[in-house]
Each structure stands twice: as C-alpha cells, then as structure tokens.
C-alpha cells in the first residue's frame, strides 16, 4: 500500500465544519472587496537588489554558472542543517506562509520569513567570511539588512527587534548573530516603497539606471560574468537612509545559544514531512542534485494561501506565545521539521478550547462530490503533524478556487496516533540509512504527481534494477518483462 493509502487508512473521521467554513467565506469576501490584490508583485529580495532582479527578468536565458549554482546548493544544504539548532532553540516557532504587502497597505510585495524567535523575525545567511560588525553588513551583506527590515514592515505585528544571523560556509559552521533594532520604521516603509516605485519605472522604460548596482557584483553574478549588465557604470545603492533607520549590535547571548543549539546536535539532519512521504526525492535534495519541483511556486496559488491564511488568523483562534511553546515543547520527534501553525478550537466538550495543529491548502478539486474530504496527502501531512506533537485532532482548511473560491474547514480525528509516528520514525530511520549507504532500494518510491512530469532527475536511477520509481521507464518496464 502506498504511503497516503496507508497514512490516510489511520482517520477516523475528516467533517466539513460548516460554520467555520461560512465564516471564512464571509471574511475572505469581505476582505477581497477591501483590498484589490495586484496581480503583479514583486518579492522583497527584489526590492532589496533591484538590478539583479531588472536583469534577471529581462534575460531569463541565461544560466547560472557553475559556481554560483554550487554556492546556491551548498546554501540551500546549510540551511537544512541549521535548521535542527533554530528548531531547538526554546522559543521557535516557524510562521510559514507569504507575508504579503497587501494586508499592510504596501500592496505589490511578498516575501517569506525564515524563522520566528519569539515575537523576533530571524533570517539566517550563509557566507564565506562572517561579518565583523554593523559596517561589514551594510557594507558588504545591505540587500540581506534590508530584506529583514522589509519583513518587520510587511509582518502585521511590524516586530522591533529582529536577528540576523551569518554562518561561515565551511566547517566548523561558526556562526555570528546580530540584533537589528527597528528605530525608524517609517523610513524603511518609504524605503521599501521608494524601491518598488523605482522596479516599475525601470521595467516599463527599459533603463535601469534608476536601480544602482546589482549588490553581487563584487561576489559573483552570471550576468556580470556574461557581461550582459550595465553594472560597471552604475553606483552602489544608498544605505543612508537605513542607517538612520536601524541599530545593529553583535548579540553574544543568541550566538552562544545557537553555538551549544549547534554543538548537542552532532549529525544535524532534519527532514520535512515532504521528506517522509517522498524519501527518494529526500535523498535527492541530500546528495545536492537539483531538484526542480522543489523551487518552483504558483503565484496564483500563493496569493489565495495568503489570503486564506490571513483570514483564518483574524478569527480570534490563536494560542498565546506562551500557550504555543507549550504545545512545541511536546514535539515529540526531533528530526522532523514542522512548520507550526496552531489554533484554539472550540467545541462543547472542551470549553477553554483545544490546541490544534491547522493546514492551509490550496486544491485544485473541480467537483463539489469530491470537495468532501481533504485529500490523502494532505490527510497524510497532517496525520504526521498531529502524531508528532501527540494530538489526536487538526484542522485542514482548503479553499477550492476552481469551485468559485469555496472554502471548507475539515476537523480531523484520528485513530492510532502512535501507529502514525511509529510509521513515520520508519521512513526515517530508512532515509538516514539510505543517505549513508547510498542505497536508494530502501526507500519506497514518490507519489506519481511527484515525478515533475517525468523530468526527476532520478528517474533513470529509481526505475534501474527493478526500484521501480513512481514513473516507470521504458527501460524498466522492459526489465520486467524479462523478468
Ligand atoms: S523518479 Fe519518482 S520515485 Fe524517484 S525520486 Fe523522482 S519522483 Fe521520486
């Protein structure tokens, strides 16, 4: 039986809460005829290197180097394994989702935080030297500066102080993080929006002249490499105005934390529940082969989570910080990242409410026959969060845009949350083993919709001595025949 048949055989019941669903509705309505939400927008790190943007977009075509794709993988591989200490850290919590200038009134902008720490927004960089203090940064790292003081403005709760925090690429990883004090938020707002202006006026007149230079020109850019920018004539862009808006300091108290978060976790591999329901595509992202599936996101899609996600915040379910480190603190495998969305759910027999873990799903369901029960995978991610925390109930709150933006809430129940973790601690017991032996045979294969239409660059591996990917090749089918 495939992973989702199996997870999803674990449900008791998944009902359609009724109420919940109308109110959404009603609140997305209402909120969509408030806001006009732009059909274009740009991504914050953007507006924090606009000419690399202008460039990127006007010549797609051209690929990255070797080097700047190898720096992108060794990147995207630190940060997996960072991602275990931040997790430990005792006041994580992880607000996954788009932060979309829109509900702030900087409407044509989006971005993702890293983490959450606290009431702090923490983005986290690798380097190949540490920046020694506030001048290395805004002389060397401004567009990553500016990409969290953009964040603090498009988060609702505009947090104070924020982290940045830089690991050294190579071994022993040693890291150094500084606090980023908000003391002028007005003036990074009009930066932002000063920016955004500048990225419309230099697209619709063909010049980038207006966007300074690309803030990789020193440290390696394909389009500088290829000589295709107009870099070398333009000035670094101003960071006058964020110096008067911010405060940095080196904060030795978060370092040493991250260093002993660091230290207690020797192998510092954690997996996401992508991972557990598809372990070869787990392995690999773990042998750094790319994955193109992994990066690529539907604006469209992004923009209805977004509005989703922030209606359901608005109905006054949320837990309180202190109720939510709670609730973390009962995580009960730690090589499983979950980013953590949690709500207070009502119902006659608990009259404080129940803390729940809660999905927001995007589904592309066109028949309402079928829009009555969420879908076996997200029934799986769910049934994994649930068992990780030892709950027995969440949510899934799908909106079907297909169906005229219908929205259901989904309270779940289910049976065996033991068997679940149990399940899942196999997969990734198997996962670990397979990354160290290099054998890919321990692994069962994908879901089919996973294959990225047969283009997984390990297709030809997982089908070859009878593995039997999730797509079978020709080759493999042929092997089978013989058999
Ligand atoms: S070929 Fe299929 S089973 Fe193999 S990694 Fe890719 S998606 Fe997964």
Known sequence: MSILRNISSFVKDARVEESLSAILKQKLKAEKGLRAIPKNYFYVTHAANPAKFYWEQKHSQVEKTDKVNRKLLL?????????????????????????DGVWVDIPGVRGSVDYRIGESIVEFKTKDALPEGAETILEKYPQDLEQLCFYSILHPDNPKENYLVFMNNTKPYQLRAFKITILDHGRIKTLLKGRLGLLKKAIAEDNSSMLGRCRYYESGCEYCDEGI????????????????????????????????????????????????????????????LEDSSNWTSDPRKEEYLASLGNVIRKLSLNPTNEEIREVAGQMKEKRLRIPQKW????????????????LVKVSSVKDKKQATRPGDYHLTELAITCAAYGKSRGMIFAIYPEMGDSIRAYEVTFNNINGVLKYARSILDSLEKAIKTEDLSLLHPCPQFMSDGGKCPLLEQCSKDLLRGCVATESAIADLQAT
Request: include cysteine; glycine fraction near 4%.
């Open 75 to 99: 990147g995207k591989r630190l940060e997996r394994i960072a991602n275990s200490w931040f997790r430990s850290l005792p006041d994580f919590s992880v607000e996954e989702g788009v932060l």
């Open 229 to 288: 920018c107009e870099c070398s004539k333009r000035e670094p862009l101003s960071t006058d105005s964020l110096r008067k808006a911010v405060e940095i300091s080196f904060d030795e108290k978060f370092t040493s934390e991250l260093e002993k978060a660091k230290n207690a976790q020797k192998d510092g591999s954690t997996f996401s529940i992508r991972d557990v329901i598809a372990p070869r595509k787990a392995y690999l992202a773990h042998k750094d």
């Open 343 to 358: 709500m207070k759910l009502k119902s006659s027999g608990k009259e404080n409410g129940e803390i729940v873990p809660y």
